[in-house]
């Protein structure tokens, strides 16, 4: 899977380096400086990368842990986002990182004690007050596990911060780690998901849809609670049906109880990363819908993104209390 | 040549180039003047001098002469010498360092390569000894920055094979010799620019037909042509069976004319936006 792994020369023996280094004896191993070297030139190719995305192992210096967005957030008035990765396993379509980042290399920050140093002095600086950390703002939280070890890093600190709360996000299957130990009450496992032919055709290498629910099922199982995102909603000429009947299969799927959390969101990007998509795949049908830019972002023309919006928040709430619901207005 | 997917190879000696020109069966370019540059269908060869100013002039050259088009691919071939890798042996470059200004850059190679990868430390002066266990070239560097700003990175790659190590020196390399293991690598040269070529094909792509036809009746400023190519993309999106039916407009139209018609035409249409 790794074929090429970049280290930072000045983490080469952080033991988590070591371990992942171990993982793949066959790759070839190249040694920079920062990590920006080989992640930041401009003359990179996103879509070409994506055909063998390399491993590149650095250190992470400044704010490892920062303010999420206003409007982001699933019921605390307290939001944090952290980023162990940049880049993610999966090639979704309309995934904002496509145009966030000049490079389709995965970044792994392996120093996660300076993650879990900041959440720490975060959580016990106001214990009375309930502080939510996203992980899977810039990566997908599970998907590259196996390797990361990133589950198994955090949750302890999570155990010992009843008010911080971790919110992992995925659309991945692998969640090993997670029911080999005690649910945690902190933490929300939070799926992603948009209707099956949606997903099916701009969710590149991602499990689907049937392969997300049974894990959520087994995880339900294991006492864990659950997350269901929409977000980004996408537009089909049908997608009223198409959404009806993926919120009717979640459903019949997984126990209303176990859900701590609904979110939906509006398909949105800055202008600059959406030319940028467009360029990179010129015969996606997703970038040629009924689109438009205003205030510096695209998204789907005004009057359709409300009723999109409106009509997905009242099938929701045809099956969750409006308690767990939250409509993400990020950028709105 | 047409105004696409280039393919511009570069050595710095004319016996690197020897076999390489009988194999692609490239022609000499007489009216180009300042380097020496070969040609056939979209492939040239240029003969750029030894030296990172000689390579840096030479692809800024080749550049502009064909038109300035983007996204070409670029491969500097070349011989280097090693402590201890075999004579002969090719490698294409995963690290390239200018010894003068310790710039470093990593270039990507997303497909499986042809051979083995290594580091290439790029100097200005002949080394007689090989102080690292790299490979030591006189153009990588100057041949991966310039090309860089001409085409996206992933499709300018250094192939290098080894002329000279500690057991060889490199005193004793001649022109034969050099064209002799250039020409023994040529199966490695070759899949490697196959692998180039079809990454550039996935960014570069095809235009419908019917934009080369309007293109050829009627006549398109600049920004016209730019509108026009977005318009062509998108209806090959949306409706890639069902092309605009240009043939019934006026020859005498003007390109904005041709524009404002394609544009009601979208309007009008019912384009098909489902990923069914």
């Known amino acids: 899977m790794i074929e090429t792994i970049y280290i930072e020369e000045a983490i080469h023996r952080h033991p988590r380096a070591q371990t992942i280094l171990a993982r793949f004896p066959k790759a070839r191993k190249i040694t920079c400086q920062r990590y920006g070297e080989v992640f930041n030139p401009k003359s990179q190719n996103f879509r070409l990368q994506k055909r063998k995305p390399a491993l590149i192992l650095a250190e992470k210096y400044k704010n490892p842990v920062l303010p999420a967005p206003p409007g982001y957030g699933v019921g605390s008035k307290h939001n944090y986002y952290f980023s162990h990765m940049l880049n993610c396993l999966y090639d979704c379509r309309y995934c904002f990182l496509q145009g966030m980042f000049q490079s389709a290399n995965y970044v792994l920050f392996v120093n996660y004690e300076t993650f879990q140093k900041q959440i720490s002095e975060i959580a016990n600086a106001t214990p009375e007050q309930e502080i939510h950390f996203f992980s899977g703002y810039d990566c997908d939280s599970l998907a590259l596990e196996p390797v990361t070890g990133f589950v198994e890093a955090f949750l302890p600190v999570f155990r010992n911060h009843a008010n911080a709360w971790l919110e992992l996000r995925t659309k991945s299957t692998q969640i090993r780690s997670l029911l080999d130990t005690e649910p945690l009450s902190n933490c929300i496992v939070a799926f992603s998901f948009t209707p099956e032919v949606i997903a099916k055709h701009i969710e590149h290498r991602a499990p689907n849809i049937q392969k997300r629910l049974e894990a959520m099922e087994k995880l339900q199982q294991a006492g864990w609670s659950l997350g269901l995102r929409f977000d980004p909603m996408i537009y089909q000429p049908d997608y009223q049906n198409q959404y009806q009947a993926l919120f009717k299969k979640i459903f019949a799927r997984l126990d209303k109880e176990s859900i701590h959390s609904v979110s939906l969101g509006s398909f949105r990007l800055p202008e600059k990363f959406f030319t940028k998509l467009d360029k990179l795949y010129p015969e996606e049908k997703l970038f040629a819908g009924p689109l438009e830019k205003s205030n510096g972002m695209v998204s789907y023309e005004s009057t359709l993104e409300h009723d999109m919006f409106t009509f997905c928040s009242e099938e929701l709430l045809k099956y969750i209390s409006p308690r767990k619901f939250y409509p993400c207005t990020v950028g709105q | ?276």
Request: with cysteine; proline share 7%; hydrophobic share 35%.
């Open chain 2, 1 to 276: 040549m047409d105004n696409r997917n280039y393919t511009h190879i570069l050595t710095a000696l004319p016996c690197e180039a020897k076999p390489l020109i009988a194999h692609y069966q490239l022609k000499r370019c007489m009216a180009i003047e300042p380097f020496t540059t070969y040609g056939k269908d979209n492939v040239t060869l240029t003969v750029t001098g030894i030296g990172k100013v000689s390579m840096a002039a030479s692809v800024a050259f080749i550049h502009q002469l064909v038109g300035g088009i983007p996204n070409s691919v670029w491969l500097n071939i070349g011989i280097a010498g090693h402590q201890s890798h075999p004579v002969g042996s090719a490698f294409i470059a995963h690290k390239i360092t200018d010894a003068d200004t310790g710039r470093c850059w990593y270039p990507s190679q997303p497909f499986n390569t042809p051979c083995e990868s290594e580091e290439i430390n790029t100097v200005s002066i002949p080394l007689v000894d090989y102080p690292e266990t790299c490979l030591y070239d006189m153009e990588a560097s100057a041949f991966h920055e310039i090309a860089m700003r001409f085409s996206t990175g992933e499709l300018v790659q250094c192939l290098k094979i080894v002329s000279d190590n500690t057991a060889n020196p490199a005193e004793k390399i001649t022109p034969q010799h050099a064209s002799t293991i250039v020409e023994a690598n040529l199966q490695t040269i070759n899949a490697l620019l196959h692998k180039q070529q079809r990454l550039a094909e996935t960014i570069n792509p095809d235009q419908p037909e019917w934009y080369s036809m309007a293109c050829e009746i009627w006549r398109f400023t600049h920004s016209e042509k730019i509108q026009l190519k977005d318009i062509s993309r998108y209806w090959q999106v949306v409706s890639p069976d069902d092309p605009p039916e240009l043939e019934q407009l006026p020859k005498n139209h003007s390109g904005k004319q041709i524009l404002g018609w394609l544009k009601v035409e979208i309007a009008t249409r019912k384009m098909n936006l489902s990923f069914r």
